[in-house]
Each structure stands twice: as C-alpha cells, then as structure tokens.
C-alpha cells in the first residue's frame, strides 16, 4: 500500500527557507487568530529555551513546537494546520530583520531573501515563503513581509484578523525595544539579535506530516481535530464545504466565509455554528458537531454554496441578536435582558424564532423563554442540562413549524410551578452581578407608577449590599456567608451614594437610602434596624412581585 504520508522532522527555519515550492495557507482556512497573549507564550518559550542552554550549549538542542499538516500539490505547500505558529514566527523574523538592520543591512538582507520574500530571475516575480489566506494575505505581505525602507507606508487593518497581526508585531517589536535600551550597545544588541534569529530558525523544530493527496491529508486534519489538538470547527467546515465545491462556486463561498468572519468583533464564529446547528438539528453536543454538519451535508446532498449561503444570512442575523439590534423596542429590550441573564442556551431558539415568527410573536417567545429562564436557572437553580436539551429541541421544532400557542403550552410546562418559584425566591441567594442587577431593576421596574422605564446603566446604579460584605468584627452576624447574597439584603444605589457609604451599617448607610430616587431602595429608610428577620420578610415581599413580573403565561 502506498504512502499517502510522510512525517518529517523540520526546524521553523527549514520550513520556511527549503520548502519548494513555498507554504500557503488555503483560502478555506481560518483566519489569523493569535492574540498578543498566545505570541507572550510563544516568546517566553523561546527566552526560557534560549537561556536554558546558553552560548555554544544550545547545538545540539531542539524545542517541539508541535506538528504541521501540509498538502504538496507541486504548485504550492498547502498547509492545512500550523498557520498561526508559523505565521508568528514570520512576524517575530520581521523584527529581527528590522532591528538587525541598525547595525548591518546585509545580515537583515539575508533574513529577507532566506526566510521571509525572495526574487525569482524567471519569472520575474516576488515569492513569498509563506502566503495566509485570502482574507490576511496582502496585509500579512504588506505590515510583515515587506521591508520598513524609508517609503514604507503601513497598511490599514480592515478585520479583526489584521489587528492581530498588528498586536503581536507590536508585542514583539516591544521586546526588541526594551531590550536594546536595556543593554545600551549596538554591537551587543545586534548579537542579541542573532542569537534570538539562531534559536528560531535552528532550533524550534516541528513534525511536518506531508502528503501529495489533499483529501487524505484533510483527513489527517480532521483526525488531529477529533484527538483535541485544537484545530476548529469553522475551519473544518469551511475546509469540507470548499473541497466539495464546484471549481466555479469556491469564489463566492470563500468570499461569503469572509462576511461571516467580519462578525468575529461581536461573536465568536465557533459558538454561533453550534448555535446555527442547534437551531436546525436539537441538542448536539460540541465534539462531534463537525460530524453532524458534514454527515448531514453528504446524506442530504446539500450544495455547499447554498449552505454557505444560509450560513452567512444566520450569522448576520446572529449578531443582531447578541447586540439587540432589532427594529420592535420590546424585542429590543429583551434581547438586552437576556445578554445581561447570560442566558446563552436561549440563542439558537431566539434565531429559530426570529425567522419563523412575526414581530409580535417573536417578542412573545423571547419573554416566556425569559420567564423560563429565571424561574429556572436564576432562581430555581436547577440542573442546566435539562434545560439546555429542552431548548435546543425547541429550536429545531421552531423550524420545523412549531406555532407559538404550542410553543408557550410546552414552555409553561418545563418551568416550576408558582408555589415552587415563591417558595425558590424567597429563599435564593444569587452571586452573578449582572443577574443580581436584572432582577432588582425589574423588581423596581414594577413598582413604578409613571412611564419612566429606564433604570442607569451599571456605570451609574450599582449593587449594594445592605448588610455589608465586610462588616465590622462586632457587627458580623453569625449566618455572615448564608446571608450577604440573600436577595432580600440587596438593592440597587447610585454609584456616587454607594461610594460614599462603603461599608458602613445599616444606620450609616441610611442618609443614603433616603436620598435614593430608586423605590426599593428609598423604601430601606422606612426600617430602623436591619436583621435577619426583616430580610427574610422583605424577600418574601419581593418573592410576591417576582410572580406578577415573570409569570407563566
């Protein structure tokens, strides 16, 4: 049986200069993803390495970095995974390259032509020893690749990809900047330089798995996912959708991946595909919700192109609920409630719902599911896992025609009943801030006789707590921990009120009370002293409002 591939030992160095021809990264690839913090690690590795063998010690000595899959399809190295390890190293070159040329433009000369662009006589052209994908690769070419000669003009980032290029250029180009100034010597900087380019390039080493089949190194791909190397979703996808594509439809499916990926700012693409997912097919669970789309894909025979397509019209739609970008006010304002709840599980039937329903229905779901929610999991407290299967079940019944009369009959089902839901409140402690801050702002919502609806926002009205988290050693109450997080010892207070009052008792915080335009916290300078029975009592009360607020419906 042949060899369909072959793993080979090679150094960033060799990767880099001796591949032929050189490493691109295809289009259906993600996009660079590395934060400043992931290069921080890539470099403290190097440092910790470099001083770990110091001088001549280092010779014989190699770092792991890890594996790389490549496809050589005799025009290029497709490199299917180790795009951002080798992307980094790219970037930290180029500051190598400009720093060494301080002292010597030949030595910055050869870094360029051996391991970054090179001048092919014949052609007439650039080659570029590593290209990314369609999305990164003229600014990769233009902020890494290309030399800073006096006319260097620098690109302007358009994604989020190309600010992260930026960023860990600019964390590199930090240390190279602190250290000259540390050691305050051209030539000992200059050698510092060459011994940081002598460990990169020679030392940081990989496993190179190549195959001349891109299919079965897809497949390697895939299998290296399965095993938890890291690889995601999107990309597997996105590399699926692509490999099966018509040679004339690829252009547009990679051009609609590109829309999907300009939302990465607001949502993180790995979590809206589940999402999407859920939405369609009920509860799967992350690990093989690769499988899932890909079996369904091939069984159903779907075009990759009309896949993407629905893709991209979600994704937009997708953002728009995450930041309650919505023309109804009311659905508006749940969709804020919900961000605030972290109620994250309600997301693929909001975006079931939200192409199914009509705009009064769909605010109608987004409040019973609210309902749900808080008489659930905020105050209920019960296992999420349940919940999380009901609701996604509920997504794919959505698109498979669900009305809402069935939907909110299946809804009051799954919540705790009215005695239970009192009885949870009056009892509940809650420690999420943001939940904490709902709750109360609704409590105070529904006391209020005028139309004015809007609560400040958390810069201005904060969570206070009446008995304090810190209270003076004579003051502490015996039940200290039970007791602080009792949603009858918590109110809402002006930032600048709140400041003032700090830890202080009951009676000290009271001036504060009484100066409050916040209800339920106005209400607090109606008591004299403030005990674990009054609290009890006034949870109770507030247990009462709770059912008129999230009610079954």
């Not at 470099?50 to 010779?59: A, F, G, L, V």
């Not at 980094?88 to 390259?97: D, E, K, P």
């Not at 995601?232 to 699926?240: C, E, G, I, K, M």
Request: net charge negative; proline share 3%.
């Amino acid at each position: 049986m042949p060899n369909q591939y072959t793993p080979q030992k090679r150094t960033i160095g060799e990767l880099l200069s001796l591949t032929n021809p050189p490493v691109v990264v295809p289009d259906w690839q993600r996009n660079f993803s590395w934060t400043s913090s992931e290069a921080q690690t890539f470099w403290i590795d190097l440092i910790d390495f470099s001083n770990k063998y110091p001088n001549q010690n280092i010779t014989d000595q190699e770092y792991f970095l890890g594996s790389v899959v490549i496809v050589d399809n005799n025009t290029s190295h497709l490199l299917l995974d180790g795009q951002q390890r080798l992307a980094t190293a790219g970037i930290l070159l180029s500051i190598i390259r400009d720093y060494l040329a301080r002292y010597n433009r030949d030595a910055a000369t050869r870094i360029t032509t051996r391991y970054l662009t090179d001048f092919d006589d014949a052609s007439d052209q650039k080659i570029f020893k590593l290209t990314l994908n369609v999305y990164d690769r003229d600014f990769y070419r233009r902020e890494v690749l290309e030399e800073r000669t006096a006319d260097y003009v620098a690109p302007d980032p358009q994604m989020l990809s190309h600010k992260l290029i930026r960023e860990v250029r600019e964390s590199f180009d930090l240390h190279f900047r602190n250290k000259y100034q540390e050691l305050n010597n051209p030539l000992e900087a200059h050698t510092w330089a060459l011994r940081i380019l002598q460990v990169l390039v020679n030392h940081i080493s990989v496993v190179a798995v190549i195959s001349t089949d891109e299919d079965n190194a897809s497949n390697v791909f895939e299998t290296l996912n399965d095993r938890g190397i890291g690889l995601s979703t999107p990309d597997l996808l996105r590399n699926f959708l692509l490999r099966r594509a018509p040679d004339e439809e690829r252009e547009e499916i990679v051009t609609l991946w590109g829309t999907i990926f300009d939302i990465d700012e607001e949502v993180k693409i790995d979590v809206f595909l589940r999402h999407y997912w859920l939405s369609r097919a009920g509860d799967v669970k992350t690990r093989s919700l690769y499988r899932e789309v890909k079996s369904f894909i091939q069984t159903n025979n779907e075009s990759s192109l009309f896949f993407t397509r629905n893709l991209t019209d979600n994704a937009e739609v997708y953002k728009n609920l995450l930041t309650a970008q919505v023309e109804d006010e009311l659905s508006s304002k749940y969709l804020k409630d919900i961000k605030e709840l972290g109620a994250n599980l309600l997301y693929p039937s909001l975006l079931s719902a939200i192409a199914t329903y009509e705009t009064d229905e769909f605010s109608s779901v987004c409040k019973n599911l609210i309902v749900l929610f808080v008489r659930y999991s905020v105050i209920g407290r019960l296992e999420n896992s349940p919940l999380e299967t009901f609701c996604y079940n509920l997504a794919r019944d959505i698109r498979n025609g669900l009305s809402v009369a069935d939907l909110i009959i299946r809804v009051n089902e799954k919540m705790p009943t009215n005695d239970q839901f009192r009885n949870q409140f009056s009892q509940t402690s809650i420690t999420r801030r943001d939940s904490v801050r709902y709750i109360l702002r609704e409590i105070e919502l529904s006391k209020r006789r005028t139309q004015e609806l809007e609560v400040a926002p958390p810069s201005r009205v904060q969570v206070e707590h009446i008995y304090p988290q810190t209270p003076l050693a004579a003051e502490r109450l015996a039940n200290h921990n039970s007791l602080i997080n009792r949603i009858g010892n918590l109110t809402l207070l002006d930032r600048r009120l709140n400041a003032a009052i700090k830890n202080g008792n009951f009676l000290a915080k009271k001036p504060s009370y009484q100066q409050s335009e916040l209800i339920i916290t106005n209400e607090l300078a109606n008591y004299n002293e403030w005990t674990l029975a009054i609290i009890e009592a006034r949870q109770l009360e507030m247990a009462e409002t709770a059912l008129s607020i999230w009610r079954i419906d």
